[in-house]
């Protein structure tokens, strides 16, 4: 079992930065594969950024501003983003999924955290 836990979310003004977490437990958190995903009110829940063995894949929406890293030796994700709008305001999620292969679909990953609140006012 492996547990996921954001922190770093928040208000922010628009164009305004912030950075999320994603601490995880367990001891192969290097070869999953991770992302982050976001739901807004009343919008189904959409691909942020996906880390595995291959590299970083982000979405259009958050191409240049958004960065996803990863320290394998602490077991943990991060997001960073920048400029960040009014239309980024959303409940982000980490999600670990058990294998490496790359995916942007959530039922694809097999553990969530909890979500963090993340709202940008204009």
């Known amino acids: 079992q492996v547990q996921l836990v954001e922190s770093g979310g928040g208000l922010v003004q628009a164009g305004g930065s912030l950075r999320l977490s994603c601490a995880a437990s367990?001891?192969?958190?290097?070869?999953?594969?991770m992302g982050w995903f976001r739901q807004a009110p009343g919008k189904e829940r959409e691909i942020v950024a996906v880390s595995n063995w291959v590299g970083t894949y982000y979405p259009d929406s958050v191409k240049g501003r958004f960065t996803g890293s990863r320290d394998n030796a602490k077991n943990t994700l991060y997001l960073q983003m920048n400029n960040l709008k009014p239309e980024d305001t959303a409940v982000y999620y980490c999600?670990?999924?058990?294998?490496?292969?790359?995916?942007?679909?959530?039922?694809?990953?097999?553990?969530w955290g909890q979500g963090t609140q993340v709202t940008v006012s204009s």
């Open positions: 999600a670990a999924r058990k294998t490496g292969q790359f995916s942007t679909k959530e039922y694809d990953y097999d553990y």
């Open positions: 367990g001891r192969t958190f290097s070869s999953y594969t």
